[in-house]
């Protein structure tokens, strides 16, 4: 070809643009995620800190620090992953499928209890099943005279409740987006082979509702392992060991190699599942939907069973939403939690010091280090949120632009990483890298750039994909019948891609900042008194015994989480297609 | 034989099948034809047993299957009858052996039976080759395929099915015509098919019911429907092109004798002519299209709203919106009241 030839024999070295974006993006990404990960697992592997590897596996501790918490984590994901399942299955299938009525609202409840962070669910649970056994003050339960036994007071079942009751409305969530694509062809095609109703259930629904379930069991076994809260408050005082709580100790006791080698362990557990979980749904090529027109909604019809199934799913929509606020608010009220509804005094809200009640606490806002933490909390969840959700968009934007190659596959799997990480292995790993002084900067621990950039590499999986769908929504059709009028770059930008675009990341950004905002695992470990978060002075109150102070900054978590979520809702005019009648 | 006596569907206050009566014989092919809404796809649901009629009977041969009057209807399956959906229906966690097996499985029939009835179907088919495949894997008119050889697998009397079609590319289309009435033939069921294509209608039906707004329009043979429309809307609705009508009011003086003061007079567009010239004969419209049709070529004007197309042997040159005169025959094939009912 001629234009061989006639192409000039010494190029200019141009300056590829793109190029130069994703090495730019990388190296975010490098520093970001992927240093503190292989810095955990480089620090282990030193010649020093080798030895912990063995005395972890298999030393005279080994079955203290690793095998009894492993065990105690696998039980506990496998039963919160099959609890969840079956709980958000029954509630997904219930308001997607049937003719129960109250849909909507039942819909609504059961996607409540995970903007609930799991420390509150767990100090109502105290609140209420307590018993004398660690010391204190009981729950609300003996104080009416009942007796509490040990297993239902501490340990695991309790944990195992409480995790439930936090991670089923995820199984919902996916489950019943599954099942609202289910076209109710398919079961009238059932229908018309004869078969009947559990026939159709076990045959047709359940099977192509499989990678729905797969994927709800697989989030909610990794969400189960990494939970902090739950095991530390309600496992920690009887020494019921997981492994996030291992972790959490050898780190304040010093013991880093061991801690940062249980750390690995941890992501190794909580990433086998999810993957695995992955590799079962992707392994079939039987499921891609198969869309058409037609599908008119048509329900079981659930006949003398309505009722019934209506009050078991309001119970447990009411047991895992309400019952917990109400008294997560009455204890903070309360001057003793076996009495949870009598005596109520502000006291633990704006009373001064007394050196009668409570060692001399003052109540939440008049003690100014709770009022600088509460400050210091939503300035964090701000700056996470703006953070995160630039860097996720400049993401979803090279990978929009330009997504093949091995450069690109880099940058999308980096970016999702810390959906595999515990938050509080992820927080080790950054102490790991940034507790010590690297080269000319100092060292970041104890500070709120910290904080900051755990945060935000942390959630940046959540941003990136709000960045993809405003890009998705943004590009294409929309910007090209705009070029179309003529309209220039900079017209275009302001009258079509930030009007379409900024609701979408707005609510993304305030996404990030609940996310913040009622995070303990990420911070838990990060904390020093300099740089106090609510959520951590909440569980330092709680496990100090300071219930009712632990639950009045838990009230004000919930407050601004809720109405931050609230707001995104409405930003985001969320759609739920499981919801149309 | 499938007879229909009166059924009714109402769904809250509005009815989408209001009081809608045939006869069909054993073996016939079916159409309901009608526009988006008129009810035909409540029709072919309450056949399948799929939908309770409100009030009104079915009846397969000598068996009442539905009676809505005592709100009863035998179950889908006992029905006899297999239904091709609109989406296909196909289950999406089962290969293509596995969706036609299923209903088999169901019935109870023996595995050695059911391998050599799936594997029957799927060769009367011609997709035995995909028999391994899931149906994300085949292409849209292998899906229809074996969303057919699903149905026909039981052997049901009565086949159902609800625009099939649609969801196909024109060419495809036409060639599951013909694979369909072959299989209609094969399997020498009576048949039952939606669609709101007239096309569909006319090359298929031994006969035709014509549906608007959950009524029956015109029933009768797809000759009966072009030769002697029983109302304004069928005569618009059949045909390739329809029959056209005019307002008897708009036709020229010599064309206008003899006829009501109001009302609608049809001519086919084989019977009118064109010319460049007006006389008394003629209609002066604004071309609009014109297109070739088997050696011949169909021409159309608009005036307001009333369109009138020819079909005429030679193409005038003409560009869009230049006049052309339509020349009416002598008397207009058929007349209808303004209400849209046959006067002669």
């Known amino acids: 070809m001629s234009t061989d030839t006639a192409r000039p024999m010494t190029r200019p070295i141009r300056i590829d643009g793109k190029l130069v974006l994703k090495l730019v993006v990388l190296a975010i990404l490098g520093v970001l995620i992927a240093a503190p990960l292989l810095r955990i697992l480089f620090e282990t592997l030193s010649p020093d800190a080798i030895e912990a590897w063995s005395d972890v596996t298999s030393g005279r501790l080994a079955r203290n620090l690793l095998w009894v918490p492993l065990g105690n984590t696998l039980i506990l994901g496998v039963a919160v992953a099959c609890g969840c399942v079956l709980i958000g299955g029954f509630l997904a299938w219930l308001v997607v499928m049937t003719d129960v009525p109250f849909r909507r609202t039942i819909g609504l409840m059961a996607t409540l209890p995970f903007m609930i962070p799991s420390f509150a669910t767990a100090l109502a649970w105290g609140s209420l099943f307590k018993n004398s056994r660690v010391g204190g003050q009981t729950g609300f339960l003996e104080g009416l005279g009942l007796t509490i036994p040990d297993w239902l007071s501490w340990g695991m079942v309790p944990t195992l409740i409480v995790l439930i009751a936090h991670y089923y409305s995820l199984a919902f969530t996916v489950i019943a987006a599954a099942l609202a694509t289910v076209n109710s062809d398919l079961v009238e095609a059932a229908q018309m082979a004869g078969a009947k109703r559990g026939r159709i259930l076990m045959g047709i629904v359940l099977p192509v509702a499989l990678p729905a379930v797969v994927a709800g069991a697989s989030l909610t076994f990794a969400g189960a392992v990494s939970n902090f809260a739950a095991p530390a408050l309600l496992g920690l005082p009887v020494r019921m060991q997981t492994m996030a709580t291992r972790l959490y100790g050898l780190i304040e006791v010093g013991q880093t190699a061991r801690g940062y080698v249980i750390a690995i362990l941890l992501i190794l557990v909580s990433a086998l599942f999810l993957w695995l979980g992955n590799k079962v749904i992707s392994g079939r090529r039987s499921y891609a939907t198969i869309t058409g027109k037609g599908g008119r909604a048509k329900r079981f019809t659930l006949g003398a069973a309505r009722l019934p199934l209506l009050l078991l799913a309001g119970l447990i929509c009411l047991l895992t939403t309400v019952v917990p606020v109400v008294i997560l608010i009455a204890s903070s009220l309360a001057p003793s939690s076996s009495a949870l509804f009598s005596n109520w005094t502000l006291h633990y809200w704006t009373g001064v010091s007394d050196p009668s009640i409570a060692q001399g606490q003052a109540g939440i806002f008049s003690n100014p280090f709770i009022v600088s933490a509460t400050g210091l909390t939503m300035s964090l969840g701000v700056a996470v949120a703006i953070t995160t959700t630039i860097i996720g968009l400049i993401v979803a934007y090279v990978l929009a632009r330009d997504g093949k190659g091995p450069l690109a596959g880099i940058i999308n799997q980096v970016s999702f990483l810390p959906l595999l990480v515990p938050g509080i292995a992820f927080g080790a790993a950054y102490i790991a890298l940034f507790g010590a002084p690297i080269g000319p900067f100092p060292a970041l621990y104890g500070t709120f750039t910290l904080l900051l950039i755990a945060g935000t590499a942390y959630l940046l999986p959540f941003s990136v994909q709000t960045g993809r769908a405003v890009i998705q929504q943004v590009s294409g059709d929309l910007d090209e019948s705009a070029r179309m009028t003529g309209a220039g770059f900079l017209r275009r930008l302001t009258s079509i891609t930030v009007p379409l675009a900024s609701r979408g990341l707005a609510a993304g950004g305030l996404i990030v900042f609940v996310k913040i905002m009622r995070d303990l695992s990420l911070v838990v470990l990060l904390f020093t008194p300099t740089m106090p978060v609510l959520s951590v002075l909440a569980y330092r109150y709680a496990s100090e015994g300071f219930t009712q102070f632990a639950n009045a900054i838990t009230v004000v978590i919930l407050v601004i989480s809720i109405a931050a979520t609230l707001l995104a809702n409405q930003l985001q005019s969320k759609s739920q297609p499981w919801l149309k009648s | ?344």
């Not at chain 2, 009566?21 to 035909?40: E, H, I, N, W």
């Not at chain 2, 999406?92 to 059911?114: F, I």
């Not at chain 2, 009011?249 to 009302?263: N, Q, T, V």
């Not at chain 2, 299209?289 to 040159?317: C, F, H, Q, Y």
Request: hydrophobic content about 45%.
């Open chain 2, 1 to 344: 034989m499938i007879r229909i006596d009166n059924l009714v569907k109402s769904f809250g206050p509005s009815n989408a099948v209001d009081g809608i009566s045939f006869d069909v014989p054993q073996g016939a092919f079916l159409v309901l034809v009608g526009p988006s809404g008129c009810g035909k796809s409540t029709m072919l649901r309450m056949l399948a047993g799929l939908e309770q009629p409100t009030s009104g009977t079915v009846t397969f041969g000598e068996k009442v299957v539905s009676d809505g009057a005592k709100g009863w209807t035998i179950d889908p399956a006992q029905r006899d009858t297999g239904l091709v959906f609109q989406s296909y229906a196909l289950w999406p966690h089962m290969t293509v052996a596995g969706n036609v097996d299923w209903p088999l499985k169901v019935a109870g029939m023996g595995k050695p039976e059911r391998q050599a009835r799936v594997t029957e179907v799927l060769k009367m088919l011609g997709i035995e080759a995909l028999a391994a495949r899931y149906p994300n894997e085949i292409s849209g008119g292998q899906q229809q395929r074996v969303a057919i050889a699903r149905m026909i697998a039981p052997r049901p009397s009565i086949l159902l099915f609800d625009e099939p079609l649609s969801n196909l590319d024109a060419k495809l289309r036409v060639e599951m015509r013909t694979e369909l009435l072959r299989v209609h033939r094969a399997t020498g069921a009576t048949s039952v098919y939606v669609t709101h294509d007239q096309v569909e209608a006319m090359t298929m039906a031994t006969h035709v019911a014509v549906l608007n707004k959950g009524r029956v329009e015109q029933f009768g043979t797809p000759e009966e429907l072009v030769q002697n429309p029983a109302t304004a809307f069928v005569a618009t609705f059949v045909g390739t092109p329809p029959a056209n009508l005019v307002p008897i009011s708009i036709l020229p003086a010599a064309r206008r004798g003899g006829l009501p003061p109001d009302g609608l007079a049809m001519y086919r567009p084989e019977d009118i002519g064109v010319s460049e010239v007006p006389d008394a004969t003629t209609v002066a419209m604004d071309f609009a299209e014109a297109s070739p049709v088997a050696g011949r070529t169909m021409l159309t004007g608009i005036s307001g709203a009333l369109r009138i197309t020819a079909v005429v042997d030679a193409k005038p040159r003409l560009t869009v919106g230049d006049q052309v005169h339509f020349v009416l025959p002598e008397t207009p094939a058929a007349l209808f009241a303004p209400s849209g009912e046959r006067l002669s």
